[in-house]
């Protein structure tokens, strides 16, 4: 019995320590790109640059807000195509095909919803929310030394069944920024698939340090990448905008 008592008490010194260092990290995570506080006054961020994706450069703009909207728009051709759109209770985005408005099904509406409410970052307040993160050790990432944080949130739903909600988070050991992240696609033609977003290139924008460089990779082959050209920050956002266009 003292044996187990015994071993007992060096798992939760251990978890402790985990969660301690992890926290450090985090700490120095938020001091090196803009502050705790000024992260959580950011009301809203505006993206804009290129996406690459088989050979074509296709302009982007990503807007995403406090109040829980999110909008991911493209001009291909002449045309804007949104890719998604969140008006804070309800998903939506553009059939490519037939270029009309389709709304996501509630259970991809509920998951969506759980995700922009992150905003600005999930790490920011993770305690509040619910969430757990626990440091796995060291990675070298496309040639970088990593702390690997692992980020466990609430579950979502899929298929009306509850799946754990865990990511990874690799950070720069010299400057302790994510340089990358790692995930598990839930549904789609993809499902099972390991995700990869790979981030670089990280500037000033109003006090705040973003990537500017984002490349997303599919079980370690490359898909899409984005080169931000502008990022601004608590702008004036139109929430209509947000809004799934009737009459379609």
């Known amino acids: 019995m003292k044996r187990m ?19 450090e990290i985090l700490d120095k995570y938020f001091e090196n790109t803009g502050g705790r506080e000024k992260w959580a006054s950011l009301k809203s961020v505006k993206m804009s640059g290129k996406v690459k994706v088989q050979g074509m450069e296709i302009p982007v703009e990503i807007v995403q807000t406090a109040e829980g909207l999110q909008k991911v728009t493209i001009n291909f051709q002449g045309k804007e195509i949104t890719q998604m ?11 490519f095909m037939t270029q009309k408005a389709e709304k996501m099904d509630a259970e991809a509406s509920a ?19 619910g969430y757990a993160v626990a440091l796995e050790g060291k990675e070298t990432v496309e040639g970088t030394e990593t702390f690997k944080v692992k980020l466990t949130k609430k579950p979502v739903k899929v298929e009306g069944k509850e799946e754990e909600n865990v990511s990874y988070y690799f950070f720069d050991t010299e400057n302790y920024v994510p340089i990358m992240t790692r995930s598990t696609l839930k549904s789609g033609q993809m499902k099972g698939a390991s995700v990869e977003n790979v981030m670089s290139d990280y500037q000033d924008a ?39 266009p009737e009459g379609n």
């Open 85 to 95: 759109a969140f008006d804070g209770n309800e998903g939506w985005s553009t059939n």
């Open 111 to 129: 998951n969506m919803k759980q995700e922009t409410s992150d905003f600005p970052d999930a790490f920011l307040n993770y305690k509040e929310k």
């Open 206 to 244: 109003d006090g705040f340090m973003f990537p500017y460089s984002l490349t997303t990779k599919y079980n370690g082959q490359t898909g899409e990448s984005i080169q931000i050209e502008k990022v601004e920050t608590n702008g004036t956002i139109d929430a209509k905008s947000f809004a799934f």
């Open 5 to 23: 008592k015994l071993v007992a008490a060096l798992l939760l010194m251990t978890l402790s320590v985990q969660a301690q260092t992890a926290d």
